[in-house]
Protein backbone atom coordinates (compact mmCIF):
# COMPACT_ATOMS: atom_id res chain seq x y z
CA UNK A 1 0.00 0.00 0.00
CA UNK A 2 1.66 2.93 -0.95
CA UNK A 3 1.69 6.09 1.48
CA UNK A 4 1.63 9.94 0.73
CA UNK A 5 1.05 12.59 3.48
CA UNK A 6 0.21 9.46 5.92
CA UNK A 7 -3.30 8.71 4.34
CA UNK A 8 -4.05 5.49 3.11
CA UNK A 9 -5.79 4.80 -0.21
CA UNK A 10 -8.90 3.84 1.60
CA UNK A 11 -8.07 7.55 3.26
CA UNK A 12 -7.97 9.16 -0.25
CA UNK A 13 -11.52 7.23 -1.25
CA UNK A 14 -13.01 8.59 1.81
CA UNK A 15 -11.28 12.08 1.50
CA UNK A 16 -12.15 12.28 -2.38
CA UNK A 17 -16.03 11.08 -1.88
CA UNK A 18 -16.66 13.57 1.07
CA UNK A 19 -15.17 16.67 -0.79
CA UNK A 20 -17.66 15.68 -4.18
CA UNK A 21 -20.62 15.27 -1.17
CA UNK A 22 -19.37 18.46 -0.15
CA UNK A 23 -19.42 20.48 -3.46
CA UNK A 24 -22.67 18.61 -3.92
CA UNK A 25 -24.04 20.67 -0.80
CA UNK A 26 -22.35 23.97 -1.27
CA UNK A 27 -23.87 23.79 -4.74
CA UNK A 28 -27.74 22.76 -3.60
CA UNK A 29 -27.56 25.20 -0.16
CA UNK A 30 -26.34 28.03 -2.64
CA UNK A 31 -25.23 31.54 -1.23
CA UNK A 32 -27.28 34.65 0.09
CA UNK A 33 -28.54 35.72 -2.85
CA UNK A 34 -31.65 33.93 -4.29
CA UNK A 35 -32.18 31.12 -6.67
CA UNK A 36 -35.59 30.94 -7.60
CA UNK A 37 -38.61 33.00 -8.07
CA UNK A 38 -41.99 31.44 -6.49
CA UNK A 39 -44.53 33.12 -8.98
CA UNK A 40 -47.83 32.95 -7.03
CA UNK A 41 -51.73 33.48 -8.52
CA UNK A 42 -54.06 34.43 -5.81
CA UNK A 43 -52.15 32.55 -3.64
CA UNK A 44 -51.96 29.46 -5.54
CA UNK A 45 -48.46 28.36 -6.36
CA UNK A 46 -48.34 28.86 -10.76
CA UNK A 47 -44.55 28.61 -11.33
CA UNK A 48 -40.94 28.55 -10.10
CA UNK A 49 -38.30 30.29 -12.19
CA UNK A 50 -34.99 29.29 -12.18
CA UNK A 51 -33.29 32.94 -11.86
CA UNK A 52 -29.82 31.70 -13.86
CA UNK A 53 -32.32 30.67 -16.81
CA UNK A 54 -33.33 34.09 -18.53
CA UNK A 55 -37.46 33.87 -19.38
CA UNK A 56 -39.89 35.59 -19.56
CA UNK A 57 -43.30 34.18 -18.36
CA UNK A 58 -47.08 35.15 -18.34
CA UNK A 59 -49.57 34.78 -15.76
CA UNK A 60 -53.33 35.34 -16.23
CA UNK A 61 -55.19 37.18 -13.35
CA UNK A 62 -58.81 38.68 -13.89
CA UNK A 63 -57.22 42.40 -15.64
CA UNK A 64 -55.19 40.46 -18.15
CA UNK A 65 -51.73 38.91 -18.43
CA UNK A 66 -48.90 39.89 -16.17
CA UNK A 67 -45.31 39.60 -17.84
CA UNK A 68 -42.29 38.67 -15.58
CA UNK A 69 -39.02 38.35 -17.17
CA UNK A 70 -36.42 36.61 -15.58
CA UNK A 71 -31.92 37.56 -16.51
CA UNK A 72 -28.93 37.99 -14.81
CA UNK A 73 -30.13 36.43 -12.01
CA UNK A 74 -32.45 38.84 -11.08
CA UNK A 75 -36.56 38.85 -11.86
CA UNK A 76 -39.48 41.73 -12.65
CA UNK A 77 -42.87 42.72 -13.52
CA UNK A 78 -41.74 43.74 -16.80
CA UNK A 79 -45.66 44.45 -17.66
CA UNK A 80 -48.91 44.21 -15.97
CA UNK A 81 -52.83 45.32 -17.04
CA UNK A 82 -53.01 47.16 -13.32
CA UNK A 83 -53.81 50.90 -13.33
CA UNK A 84 -50.95 51.70 -10.88
CA UNK A 85 -47.79 49.59 -12.30
CA UNK A 86 -46.41 49.74 -8.73
CA UNK A 87 -45.64 46.53 -9.36
CA UNK A 88 -43.55 47.11 -12.99
CA UNK A 89 -41.85 50.15 -10.99
CA UNK A 90 -40.53 48.17 -8.30
CA UNK A 91 -37.75 46.63 -10.92
CA UNK A 92 -35.60 44.08 -10.50
CA UNK A 93 -36.08 41.17 -7.43
CA UNK A 94 -32.87 39.39 -6.53
CA UNK A 95 -32.21 38.82 -2.77
CA UNK A 96 -33.13 36.11 -1.09
CA UNK A 97 -36.78 37.27 0.52
CA UNK A 98 -37.42 40.13 -1.44
CA UNK A 99 -41.34 40.19 -2.57
CA UNK A 100 -43.54 42.19 -5.06
CA UNK A 101 -47.32 41.93 -5.22
CA UNK A 102 -49.63 43.06 -8.22
CA UNK A 103 -52.73 43.29 -5.55
CA UNK A 104 -55.11 44.08 -8.74
CA UNK A 105 -54.14 41.47 -11.11
CA UNK A 106 -53.37 38.87 -7.94
CA UNK A 107 -49.36 38.27 -9.05
CA UNK A 108 -46.82 37.93 -6.66
CA UNK A 109 -43.54 36.91 -7.20
CA UNK A 110 -40.62 35.69 -3.97
CA UNK A 111 -36.97 34.91 -4.21
CA UNK A 112 -36.99 32.25 -2.64
CA UNK A 113 -33.40 31.74 -1.64
CA UNK A 114 -31.79 28.29 0.01
CA UNK A 115 -31.02 30.62 3.08
CA UNK A 116 -33.61 33.55 3.30
CA UNK A 117 -31.89 36.62 4.03
CA UNK A 118 -34.89 38.44 5.25
CA UNK A 119 -38.07 36.81 7.15
CA UNK A 120 -40.00 39.51 6.52
CA UNK A 121 -40.27 42.33 4.37
CA UNK A 122 -41.91 45.83 5.41
CA UNK A 123 -43.30 47.97 3.15
CA UNK B 1 -8.58 6.46 8.59
CA UNK B 2 -10.64 6.67 11.89
CA UNK B 3 -9.19 9.53 12.65
CA UNK B 4 -10.41 10.71 8.90
CA UNK B 5 -13.63 9.91 8.97
CA UNK B 6 -13.99 11.35 12.83
CA UNK B 7 -12.86 14.94 11.06
CA UNK B 8 -15.32 14.44 7.86
CA UNK B 9 -18.15 13.46 10.39
CA UNK B 10 -17.27 16.44 12.21
CA UNK B 11 -17.78 18.52 9.13
CA UNK B 12 -20.74 17.12 8.33
CA UNK B 13 -21.80 18.10 11.61
CA UNK B 14 -20.77 21.94 11.47
CA UNK B 15 -22.44 21.94 7.58
CA UNK B 16 -25.91 20.58 8.71
CA UNK B 17 -25.80 23.24 11.83
CA UNK B 18 -26.10 25.38 8.71
CA UNK B 19 -29.18 24.01 7.21
CA UNK B 20 -32.63 26.08 6.97
CA UNK B 21 -34.43 26.84 10.38
CA UNK B 22 -38.21 25.01 10.07
CA UNK B 23 -39.41 27.80 9.26
CA UNK B 24 -42.68 27.30 7.28
CA UNK B 25 -44.50 30.00 5.19
CA UNK B 26 -47.93 30.49 4.11
CA UNK B 27 -49.53 33.43 2.38
CA UNK B 28 -53.65 33.85 1.45
CA UNK B 29 -55.35 36.84 -0.42
CA UNK B 30 -57.21 38.69 2.52
CA UNK B 31 -58.20 42.59 4.05
CA UNK B 32 -57.58 43.37 0.40
CA UNK B 33 -54.01 42.50 0.57
CA UNK B 34 -51.83 39.78 0.51
CA UNK B 35 -51.18 38.24 3.71
CA UNK B 36 -48.40 35.83 4.63
CA UNK B 37 -47.89 34.23 7.79
CA UNK B 38 -44.42 32.30 9.01
CA UNK B 39 -44.40 29.82 11.87
CA UNK B 40 -40.80 28.85 13.37
CA UNK B 41 -40.82 25.35 14.85
CA UNK B 42 -44.68 23.88 14.29
CA UNK B 43 -45.49 21.00 12.17
CA UNK B 44 -47.43 21.29 9.15
CA UNK B 45 -50.90 20.09 10.54
CA UNK B 46 -50.18 23.47 13.12
CA UNK B 47 -49.49 25.32 10.74
CA UNK B 48 -52.72 24.71 8.76
CA UNK B 49 -54.67 25.12 11.29
CA UNK B 50 -53.18 28.35 12.18
CA UNK B 51 -52.73 29.79 8.91
CA UNK B 52 -56.98 28.68 7.92
CA UNK B 53 -57.87 30.69 11.87
CA UNK B 54 -55.77 33.55 10.19
CA UNK B 55 -57.35 33.52 6.72
CA UNK B 56 -61.04 33.01 8.71
CA UNK B 57 -60.15 36.47 10.62
CA UNK B 58 -58.80 38.56 8.57
CA UNK B 59 -61.99 37.65 6.20
CA UNK B 60 -64.52 38.26 8.50
CA UNK B 61 -62.71 41.14 9.84
CA UNK B 62 -62.66 42.51 6.68
CA UNK B 63 -66.18 42.17 6.06
CA UNK B 64 -67.10 43.85 9.33
CA UNK B 65 -64.97 46.53 9.10
CA UNK B 66 -65.59 47.82 5.20
CA UNK B 67 -66.58 51.45 5.22
CA UNK B 68 -67.82 51.58 2.13
CA UNK B 69 -69.83 48.04 1.72
CA UNK B 70 -72.96 46.63 3.26
CA UNK B 71 -71.75 45.24 7.03
CA UNK B 72 -71.77 45.99 10.18
CA UNK B 73 -69.27 49.60 9.70
CA UNK B 74 -71.32 50.23 6.50
CA UNK B 75 -74.60 50.39 7.85
CA UNK B 76 -73.62 52.22 10.82
CA UNK B 77 -72.25 54.64 8.50
CA UNK B 78 -75.36 54.62 6.92
CA UNK B 79 -77.25 56.04 10.21
CA UNK B 80 -74.65 58.37 11.43
CA UNK B 81 -75.42 61.22 9.38
CA UNK B 82 -79.70 60.72 10.56
CA UNK B 83 -78.05 62.25 13.96
CA UNK B 84 -80.18 60.12 16.48
CA UNK B 85 -79.40 57.38 18.85
CA UNK B 86 -78.68 53.72 17.31
CA UNK B 87 -77.41 50.71 18.34
CA UNK B 88 -74.24 49.42 16.64
CA UNK B 89 -72.68 45.80 16.75
CA UNK B 90 -71.25 45.43 20.11
CA UNK B 91 -68.15 43.89 18.13
CA UNK B 92 -66.95 47.54 16.84
CA UNK B 93 -67.35 49.09 20.41
CA UNK B 94 -63.24 48.43 20.98
CA UNK B 95 -61.99 49.29 17.49
CA UNK B 96 -64.05 52.70 18.21
CA UNK B 97 -62.68 53.34 21.71
CA UNK B 98 -59.09 52.38 20.75
CA UNK B 99 -59.37 54.92 17.80
CA UNK B 100 -60.69 57.49 19.37
CA UNK B 101 -57.81 57.25 22.08
CA UNK B 102 -55.72 57.06 19.31
CA UNK B 103 -56.58 60.31 17.14
CA UNK B 104 -57.16 62.51 20.44
CA UNK B 105 -53.27 61.59 21.47
CA UNK B 106 -52.00 62.30 17.79
CA UNK B 107 -54.38 65.77 17.72
CA UNK B 108 -56.52 64.31 15.05
CA UNK B 109 -54.45 63.84 12.71
CA UNK B 110 -55.04 60.12 12.72
CA UNK B 111 -58.65 60.63 11.78
CA UNK B 112 -60.84 57.88 11.75
CA UNK B 113 -63.73 60.33 10.95
CA UNK B 114 -62.29 60.76 7.57
CA UNK B 115 -64.85 58.65 5.44
CA UNK B 116 -66.50 61.52 3.20
CA UNK B 117 -63.24 62.98 2.55
CA UNK B 118 -61.85 59.44 1.37
CA UNK B 119 -65.00 59.45 -1.09
CA UNK B 120 -64.80 62.94 -2.52
CA UNK B 121 -61.21 62.11 -3.42
CA UNK B 122 -62.45 58.49 -4.56
CA UNK B 123 -60.22 56.41 -3.02
CA UNK B 124 -63.22 54.32 -0.99
CA UNK B 125 -63.11 52.62 -4.70
CA UNK B 126 -60.10 50.37 -5.47
CA UNK B 127 -58.79 50.47 -7.91
CA UNK B 128 -59.91 54.36 -7.97
CA UNK B 129 -62.21 55.34 -10.69
CA UNK B 130 -60.41 57.42 -13.14
CA UNK B 131 -60.88 61.20 -12.83
CA UNK B 132 -59.72 64.66 -11.32
CA UNK B 133 -59.03 65.56 -7.74
CA UNK B 134 -62.42 66.62 -6.26
CA UNK B 135 -63.47 70.27 -6.64
CA UNK B 136 -61.79 72.27 -4.18
CA UNK B 137 -65.06 73.80 -2.58
CA UNK B 138 -66.46 70.45 -1.83
CA UNK B 139 -63.29 69.62 0.32
CA UNK B 140 -62.97 73.10 1.78
CA UNK B 141 -66.36 72.32 3.11
CA UNK B 142 -65.39 69.20 4.27
CA UNK B 143 -62.27 70.76 6.36
CA UNK B 144 -64.65 73.36 7.84
CA UNK B 145 -67.35 70.78 9.14
CA UNK B 146 -64.25 69.57 10.90
CA UNK B 147 -65.88 65.80 11.43
CA UNK B 148 -63.79 63.79 14.35
CA UNK B 149 -64.73 61.50 16.50
CA UNK B 150 -65.48 63.74 18.98
CA UNK B 151 -68.54 64.30 17.18
CA UNK B 152 -69.65 60.61 17.78
CA UNK B 153 -71.40 59.95 21.22
CA UNK B 154 -71.24 56.12 22.41
CA UNK B 155 -74.03 55.43 24.98
CA UNK B 156 -73.21 51.74 25.95
CA UNK B 157 -74.14 50.36 23.04
CA UNK B 158 -75.60 52.93 21.06
CA UNK B 159 -74.10 55.61 19.47
CA UNK B 160 -75.08 59.27 17.33
CA UNK B 161 -73.20 61.55 15.67
CA UNK B 162 -73.41 65.46 16.30
CA UNK B 163 -71.96 66.29 12.99
CA UNK B 164 -74.19 65.18 9.81
CA UNK B 165 -70.22 64.81 7.72
CA UNK B 166 -68.86 62.31 10.26
CA UNK B 167 -68.38 58.84 8.03
CA UNK B 168 -66.27 56.21 9.68
CA UNK B 169 -63.16 54.41 7.85
CA UNK B 170 -60.55 52.79 10.18
CA UNK B 171 -58.83 52.18 7.15
CA UNK B 172 -55.26 53.77 8.55
CA UNK B 173 -55.07 51.55 11.56
CA UNK B 174 -58.11 48.56 10.86
CA UNK B 175 -54.86 46.63 9.27
CA UNK B 176 -52.90 47.29 12.67
CA UNK B 177 -55.85 46.22 14.64
CA UNK B 178 -56.77 43.12 12.74
CA UNK B 179 -53.02 41.83 13.27
CA UNK B 180 -53.35 42.62 16.96
CA UNK B 181 -56.29 40.57 16.99
CA UNK B 182 -54.99 37.61 14.78
CA UNK B 183 -51.78 37.22 17.01
CA UNK B 184 -53.86 36.85 20.07
CA UNK B 185 -55.86 33.83 18.35
CA UNK B 186 -52.72 32.31 16.96
CA UNK B 187 -51.55 32.50 20.85
CA UNK B 188 -54.47 31.07 22.20
CA UNK B 189 -53.88 28.15 19.57
CA UNK B 190 -50.52 27.62 20.97
CA UNK B 191 -48.56 29.44 18.66
CA UNK B 192 -45.40 31.24 20.45
CA UNK B 193 -43.27 32.07 17.15
CA UNK B 194 -44.83 33.56 14.06
CA UNK B 195 -44.53 36.66 11.84
CA UNK B 196 -48.21 37.99 10.88
CA UNK B 197 -47.34 40.48 7.57
CA UNK B 198 -50.48 42.49 6.04
CA UNK B 199 -49.31 43.21 3.07
CA UNK B 200 -45.53 44.64 4.06
CA UNK B 201 -47.37 46.01 7.57
CA UNK B 202 -46.32 43.43 10.57
CA UNK B 203 -46.00 41.95 13.82
CA UNK B 204 -43.56 39.34 15.04
CA UNK B 205 -43.78 37.39 18.24
CA UNK B 206 -41.14 34.96 19.87
CA UNK B 207 -38.03 33.99 17.69
CA UNK B 208 -36.74 31.62 15.17
CA UNK B 209 -35.36 29.42 17.64
CA UNK B 210 -33.54 31.87 19.38
CA UNK B 211 -32.40 34.16 16.71
CA UNK B 212 -34.68 37.13 16.35
CA UNK B 213 -36.37 37.46 12.94
CA UNK B 214 -35.00 39.65 10.29
CA UNK B 215 -37.76 42.12 8.76
CA UNK B 216 -36.15 43.80 5.40
CA UNK B 217 -37.75 47.38 4.71
CA UNK B 218 -38.53 47.98 1.34
CA UNK B 219 -36.71 50.83 -0.03
CA UNK B 220 -39.37 53.75 -0.79
CA UNK B 221 -38.51 55.04 -3.71
CA UNK B 222 -35.62 52.45 -5.14
CA UNK B 223 -35.35 48.88 -5.55
CA UNK B 224 -34.62 46.62 -2.74
CA UNK B 225 -34.51 46.82 0.89
CA UNK B 226 -33.32 50.08 2.33
CA UNK B 227 -32.33 48.76 5.98
CA UNK B 228 -32.97 45.77 7.98
CA UNK B 229 -34.15 45.24 11.70
CA UNK B 230 -34.09 42.23 13.82
CA UNK B 231 -37.02 41.99 16.33
CA UNK B 232 -37.97 39.19 19.01
CA UNK B 233 -40.23 39.13 21.31
CA UNK B 234 -43.29 40.84 20.41
CA UNK B 235 -43.29 44.15 17.94
CA UNK B 236 -44.78 45.05 15.18
CA UNK B 237 -43.37 47.09 12.53
CA UNK B 238 -45.74 49.54 10.12
CA UNK B 239 -44.73 51.94 7.64
CA UNK B 240 -47.05 54.37 5.92
CA UNK B 241 -46.43 56.27 2.06
CA UNK B 242 -47.46 57.87 -0.36
CA UNK B 243 -46.31 55.05 -3.06
CA UNK B 244 -49.05 52.36 -1.49
CA UNK B 245 -52.28 54.42 -3.63
CA UNK B 246 -52.25 57.08 -5.76
CA UNK B 247 -53.41 59.01 -8.71
CA UNK B 248 -51.81 60.83 -11.44
CA UNK B 249 -53.73 64.31 -12.76
CA UNK B 250 -52.55 66.12 -15.10
CA UNK B 251 -48.91 65.95 -14.19
CA UNK B 252 -49.38 65.84 -10.36
CA UNK B 253 -49.14 62.91 -8.42
CA UNK B 254 -52.12 62.57 -5.54
CA UNK B 255 -51.58 60.02 -2.64
CA UNK B 256 -54.13 58.61 -0.49
CA UNK B 257 -52.91 59.85 2.95
CA UNK B 258 -55.25 62.53 3.43
CA UNK B 259 -54.24 65.36 5.91
CA UNK B 260 -57.77 66.07 8.16
CA UNK B 261 -56.51 69.93 8.35
CA UNK B 262 -56.11 71.08 4.77
CA UNK B 263 -58.20 67.78 3.30
CA UNK B 264 -55.71 67.57 0.47
CA UNK B 265 -52.56 64.47 0.64
CA UNK B 266 -50.30 65.11 3.33
CA UNK B 267 -47.05 66.70 1.83
CA UNK B 268 -43.14 66.81 2.55
CA UNK B 269 -42.63 63.41 3.30
CA UNK B 270 -42.57 59.45 0.91
CA UNK B 271 -42.99 57.35 4.31
CA UNK B 272 -42.83 56.75 7.80
CA UNK B 273 -42.00 53.15 9.42
CA UNK B 274 -42.84 52.19 13.49
CA UNK B 275 -42.20 50.06 15.32
CA UNK B 276 -43.51 49.33 18.62
CA UNK B 277 -45.54 47.08 20.11
CA UNK B 278 -49.25 47.22 19.33
CA UNK B 279 -50.01 46.96 16.32
CA UNK B 280 -52.83 49.29 15.93
CA UNK B 281 -50.31 51.52 17.90
CA UNK B 282 -47.96 51.84 15.22
CA UNK B 283 -50.14 51.44 12.33
CA UNK B 284 -52.26 54.70 13.42
CA UNK B 285 -48.89 56.29 14.21
CA UNK B 286 -47.67 55.71 11.09
CA UNK B 287 -50.35 57.54 9.50
CA UNK B 288 -50.59 60.36 11.76
CA UNK B 289 -46.86 60.82 11.38
CA UNK B 290 -47.11 61.08 7.53
CA UNK B 291 -49.45 63.74 8.23
CA UNK B 292 -47.43 65.71 10.51
CA UNK B 293 -44.61 66.30 8.20
CA UNK B 294 -40.79 66.88 8.21
CA UNK B 295 -40.59 69.23 10.85
CA UNK B 296 -43.36 68.52 12.95
CA UNK B 297 -43.57 64.80 13.34
CA UNK B 298 -41.37 64.42 16.69
CA UNK B 299 -44.28 65.74 19.15
CA UNK B 300 -46.78 64.01 17.68
CA UNK B 301 -44.64 61.04 17.74
CA UNK B 302 -43.91 61.84 21.57
CA UNK B 303 -47.78 62.29 22.01
CA UNK B 304 -48.31 59.04 20.95
CA UNK B 305 -45.73 57.32 22.50
CA UNK B 306 -44.00 55.73 19.88
CA UNK B 307 -40.15 55.99 20.31
CA UNK B 308 -39.33 54.33 17.30
CA UNK B 309 -39.58 56.52 13.99
CA UNK B 310 -37.90 56.96 10.68
CA UNK B 311 -39.35 58.80 8.29
CA UNK B 312 -37.94 59.69 4.42
CA UNK B 313 -37.97 62.84 3.21
CA UNK B 314 -39.43 63.76 -0.48
CA UNK B 315 -35.77 64.88 -0.93
CA UNK B 316 -34.50 61.75 0.08
CA UNK B 317 -33.43 62.58 3.55
CA UNK B 318 -33.88 60.03 5.99
CA UNK B 319 -34.37 61.30 9.84
CA UNK B 320 -34.80 58.80 12.74
CA UNK B 321 -34.88 59.23 16.09
CA UNK B 322 -32.55 58.08 18.49
CA UNK B 323 -33.45 54.82 19.29
CA UNK B 324 -34.30 53.65 16.14
CA UNK B 325 -30.75 54.57 15.10
CA UNK B 326 -29.83 51.87 17.78
CA UNK B 327 -32.40 49.19 15.65
CA UNK B 328 -31.29 49.56 12.08
CA UNK B 329 -28.85 48.46 9.83
CA UNK B 330 -28.53 49.71 6.13
CA UNK B 331 -28.89 47.63 3.60
CA UNK B 332 -27.41 49.95 1.20
CA UNK B 333 -25.72 53.27 0.90
CA UNK B 334 -27.60 56.39 2.53
CA UNK B 335 -27.29 59.99 3.04
CA UNK B 336 -26.42 60.54 6.76
CA UNK B 337 -29.67 60.67 8.54
CA UNK B 338 -30.65 63.73 10.49
CA UNK B 339 -31.25 62.06 14.12
CA UNK B 340 -34.24 63.77 15.73
CA UNK B 341 -34.63 63.21 19.35
CA UNK B 342 -38.17 63.29 20.57
CA UNK B 343 -38.97 66.44 22.53
Known amino acids: MTRRYGLTRGDRWVLSAALLALAAAWAALGGDEGGMALVTQEGRV ?59 NGVAVRIAARSERYDAINF | MIRLLLVLSLLGGLLSCQSPPSVSRHEFMAFGTLVSLSFYGLDGEAASRATAAAMEDFRYLHSAWH ?14 PLQGWFTYPPSLRPLLLRARELSR ?33 AV ?61 DLRAIGSKGGAPWVVGIRDPRGPGVLARIAVSGDESVFTSGDYERFFEYEGRRYHHILDPRSGYPARGLVSVTVVAGEGALADAAATALMVAGPEDWPQVARAMGVEQVMVIEEGGGIQLTPAMVRRLQWEKPVPEPRVRPLP
Open chain 1, 46 to 104: VARLDLERPTRLTVDGPLGQTVLEVAEGRVRFLSSPCRGQLCVHAGWLSQGGAFVACLP
Open chain 2, 67 to 80: PYEPGPLGRVNELL
Open chain 2, 105 to 137: ASGGLFNPAIGELVMLWGFHEDPRREGPPPDPK
Open chain 2, 140 to 200: AEWVAAAPSLEDVELRGLEMRSRNPRVRLDFGAFAKGYGVDRVIEHLRELGVENAIVNAGG
